[in-house]
């Protein structure tokens, strides 16, 4: 499976906005891009994905780079319901095919 | 809208016990996802099953086996149950290739 190398840990504050990036320099052509997220004690829940052109949703954007070896989710306004933890996951989207977890980004948000 | 349902929330057993998670996916959907997460780990792919049949295997070891019903619902058959088996058990249901969608887990303690 290609592999996301994401920063251990973040910080922000409430009401600015946050930019989680991810690396992955082995994407292959038929993988999207997806972003989950987990609070404590919780299932994983499904924030965003994309293969090539940038995403917007309710919860967050998704900018990917034009060689689509990088991306960053942006959540605009960070409130404290949003610290968690955010994985970087790659998806080729046969069916079966599941999310491999590698060590997502833990983000703290302060008041 | 209905989610991914998992039963029983709560386990507590015995080493060398034998015990079996039940997963209910969100309707219609046709693949099914187990993942284990222990304490403070990501989570890790045990297995899945789309349209009844095994088609992804991850870390699972030969202790647990599961399987999908004829109406979709699968679980999970863990025995010989160590002490290192106490972890959080996600489902997981997607449909084919589409957005996965995780459960709130099964916490299973061995004692």
């Known amino acids: 499976d290609a592999k996301t190398t994401q920063p251990n840990s973040m910080e922000s504050n409430e009401e600015e906005p946050v930019h989680l990036p991810c690396n992955h320099s082995?994407?292959?052509?038929?993988?999207?891009i997806h972003w989950y997220r987990q609070l404590p004690s919780q299932g994983p829940e499904y924030v965003i994905h994309?293969?090539?052109s940038n995403v917007n949703n309710r919860m967050a954007s998704l900018a990917i780079a034009e060689d689509r070896k990088s991306s960053t989710l942006i959540l605009h306004r960070a409130t404290l319901r949003d610290a968690a933890v955010y994985y970087c996951?790659?998806?080729?989207?046969?069916?079966?095919?599941?999310?491999?977890f590698g060590k997502g980004t833990t983000l703290s948000v302060s008041s | 809208a209905a989610g991914v349902i998992q039963s029983p929330r709560h386990l507590i057993k015995e080493k060398r016990e034998t015990a079996t998670l039940k997963c209910y996916p969100i309707?219609?959907?046709?693949?099914v996802y187990w993942y284990q997460q222990g304490p403070g780990q990501d989570p890790q792919f045990l297995i899945s099953?789309?349209?009844?049949?095994?088609?992804d295997k991850g870390s699972i070891p030969d202790r647990f086996s599961a399987q999908q019903f004829s109406d979709y619902h699968s679980e999970l058959n863990m025995s010989s149950l160590e002490l290192g088996d106490s972890a959080l058990y996600f489902c997981?249901?997607?449909?084919?290739?589409?957005?996965?969608?995780f459960g709130e887990g099964s916490w299973l303690t061995v004692v």
């Open positions: 099953f789309y349209e009844k049949m095994q088609s």
């Open positions: 997981a249901s997607s449909f084919g290739g589409n957005t996965i969608y």
């Open positions: 994309g293969l090539t």
């Open positions: 082995t994407i292959s052509g038929t993988d999207y």
């Open positions: 996951i790659l998806r080729d989207v046969q069916a079966g095919t599941a999310l491999i």
């Open positions: 309707p219609r959907h046709d693949t």
